[in-house]
């Protein structure tokens, strides 16, 4: 891919995760083990693919929440909740987003999803114990 599609990646990025979250990704330097891959990641999946128009970046997040919680992909998912005030994904939209997949990949994938859901909005890291 090109330098252009990595710089469309990385402004992609930071205003989806956020500019601390793609820094922790890039920290280490280029020479970094992983280095290579999280350019991979910036150019393709947010360059080509969050880049591409079409869907909003709202909407696209709700896809990309459904999805990684429909995988249990509970780590990239807890990023992807605490990035949802970046593109306006509201409560309302992640419940009904957790609905669908409790429908369609099943209640215990759901289930857990919510709980990391709770967690992050009451303040706490995923998976973590708020404290109250």
């Known amino acids: 891919m090109s330098q252009e599609m990595f710089e469309r990646g990385l402004e992609k990025r930071r205003a989806v995760m956020g500019a601390e979250f793609v820094e922790r990704a890039f920290a280490g330097g280029e020479d970094a083990f992983g280095a290579d891959f999280q350019r991979f990641l910036t150019e393709y999946a947010w360059g080509a693919v969050w880049g591409r128009g079409g869907l909003t970046d709202r909407e696209r997040h709700m896809v990309t929440i459904g999805i990684l919680a429909a995988l249990g992909r509970e780590k990239e998912l807890a990023g ?53």
Request: glycine fraction near 8%.
């Open 80 to 132: 992807h909740l605490r990035a949802t005030a970046n593109t306006g994904v509201s409560e309302r939209d992640l419940s009904d987003v957790l609905h669908q997949v409790a429908v369609y990949a099943g209640v215990p994938a759901a289930l857990s999803a919510v709980k990391a859901a709770q967690d992050i909005l009451k303040g706490a890291p995923a998976g973590e114990q708020p404290k109250e």
